[in-house]
């Protein structure tokens, strides 16, 4: 038994905890959200994010830092885009000697940071760790079985976080390839976005099996131009995860794009969305970190002009295929 924090309490964070509790740990889950936590504590449930699944009475859940202190493994389950203030509040908390995973999916705007990176200059923490995979939240809470892997640099760092997570029902792999990891669970929403287009769109079976592929050539591309490993995108951190999540309708971003398609405006459908879709801000970081590495890009391009530009689905579909011809 290990002790545990995890660091927010959206569904991705809630499940967490409830795996960690299924599997021994003493677990700590901490809310951002401060109105939630008598809610919870009283309801043993999280009925803004994951509503119907009970959490054990071992959780502890709180909204003060301080309950961090002393984990032995820290899980930072928290939008990208605050995970650095987020990271700067715990930094007087976290032992130096805890593992830190990054569970969270995207790149920071403005610094084009992945969440390793992040952390890394928030906190003095050397055995770092990040989770990705195709983990959609309530498929997961309900018991179904689902594969996931934990990448670091350090071996042994992977192992111990494979150990404390692996269940029957929730098989973890290793690897060592971060930024592979990492980019392929951040762009795969990017394209996830294009995927509920597409659907919203009626264009087909076709249409998006050539979607998702294409997609996966650009997130292979950028992904090399940094170092990550081609095999890594064939994995289940790239495939594996861009299947799950274009085609399902648990996914926020495809509920975006599929919501774009039918003429809906971002500003409405993000106002309505509990959780956070980080394929919006992800679009526009991708495309940035793609022209500073001259790394052709062109579905996160036609997503980005979409939601930012207001672009009409049509043009970008007409625009895509009506590029320079060119080969495999």
Same mark, same amino acid.
């Given at each position: 038994?290990?002790?545990?924090? #995890?660091?927010?309490?959206?569904?991705?964070?809630?499940?967490?905890?409830?795996?960690? =509790?299924?599997?021994?740990?003493?677990?700590? *889950?901490?809310?951002?959200?401060?109105?939630? #936590?008598?809610?919870?504590?009283?309801?043993?449930?999280?009925?803004?994010?994951?509503?119907?699944?009970?959490?054990?009475?071992?959780?502890?859940?709180?909204?003060?830092?301080?309950?961090?202190?002393?984990?032995?493994? #820290?899980?930072?389950?928290?939008?990208?885009?605050?995970?650095? /203030?987020?990271?700067?509040?715990?930094?007087? #908390?976290?032992?130096?000697?805890?593992?830190?995973?990054?569970?969270?999916?995207?790149?920071?705007?403005?610094?084009?940071?992945?969440? *390793?990176?992040?952390?890394?200059?928030?906190?003095?923490?050397?055995?770092? %760790?990040?989770? =990705?995979?195709?983990?959609?939240?309530?498929?997961?809470?309900? @018991?179904?079985?689902?594969?996931?892997?934990?990448?670091?640099?350090?071996?042994?760092?992977? @192992?111990?976080?494979?150990?404390?997570?692996?269940?029957? /029902?929730?098989?973890?792999?290793?690897?060592?390839?971060?930024?592979?990891?990492?980019?392929?669970?951040? *762009?795969?929403?990017?394209?996830?976005?294009?995927?509920?287009?597409?659907?919203?769109?009626?264009?087909?079976?076709?249409?998006?099996? $050539?979607?998702?592929?294409?997609?996966?050539?650009?997130?292979?591309?950028?992904?090399?131009?940094?170092?990550?490993?081609?095999?890594?995108?064939? @994995?289940? =951190?790239?495939? @594996?995860?861009?299947?799950?999540? %274009?085609?399902?309708?648990?996914?926020?971003?495809?509920?975006?794009?599929?919501?774009?398609?039918? $003429?809906?405006?971002?500003?409405?459908?993000?106002?309505?969305?509990?959780?956070?879709?980080?394929?919006?801000?992800?679009?526009?970081?991708? /495309?940035?970190?793609?022209?500073?590495?001259?790394?052709?890009?062109?579905?996160?391009?036609?997503?980005?002009?979409?939601?930012?530009?207001?672009?009409?689905?049509?043009?970008?579909? =007409?625009? *895509?295929?009506?590029?320079?011809?060119?080969?495999?």
């Amino acid at each position: 038994m290990s002790r545990i924090g #995890v660091i927010g309490a959206g569904a991705w964070g809630t499940t967490l905890a409830i795996l960690l =509790s299924e599997n021994g740990h003493q677990v700590t *889950l901490w809310a951002f959200e401060k109105e939630l #936590v008598p809610e919870m504590n009283k309801m043993r449930e999280n009925r803004r994010f994951l509503p119907g699944f009970p959490l054990a009475e071992t959780i502890e859940i709180t909204g003060e830092a301080a309950k961090i202190d002393g984990a032995e493994i #820290v899980f930072l389950a928290v939008p990208t885009q605050f995970l650095r /203030r987020t990271a700067r509040q715990f930094s007087k #908390v976290i032992g130096r000697e805890a593992i830190i995973v990054a569970a969270s999916k995207g790149i920071e705007e403005g610094s084009l940071k992945l969440p *390793l990176e992040i952390i890394g200059e928030e906190l003095n923490n050397k055995n770092l %760790c990040v989770l =990705s995979g195709p983990n959609l939240s309530a498929e997961i809470a309900r @018991g179904l079985p689902a594969a996931t892997v934990a990448a670091a640099q350090d071996r042994a760092t992977a @192992g111990r976080v494979q150990k404390t997570l692996m269940l029957e /029902r929730f098989r973890v792999y290793t690897n060592t390839d971060v930024v592979g990891l990492q980019l392929g669970g951040a *762009l795969k929403n990017v394209i996830a976005i294009a995927a509920g287009v597409a659907d919203g769109l009626n264009l087909g079976d076709n249409a998006k099996a $050539g979607l998702l592929i294409r997609g996966l050539a650009e997130i292979t591309r950028l992904g090399m131009a940094l170092g990550a490993k081609a095999e890594t995108f064939a @994995g289940l =951190s790239g495939m @594996g995860d861009l299947i799950a999540t %274009c085609a399902s309708k648990l996914s926020r971003n495809h509920f975006v794009g599929e919501n774009i398609a039918r $003429g809906r405006k971002l500003p409405d459908i993000l106002k309505e969305m509990r959780d956070v879709a980080e394929g919006v801000p992800t679009a526009a970081a991708a /495309r940035e970190l793609g022209k500073k590495l001259k790394v052709d890009l062109p579905i996160t391009e036609e997503v980005y002009l979409v939601l930012y530009e207001s672009k009409d689905p049509y043009r970008a579909i =007409s625009d *895509l295929m009506t590029r320079t011809p060119t080969s495999e």
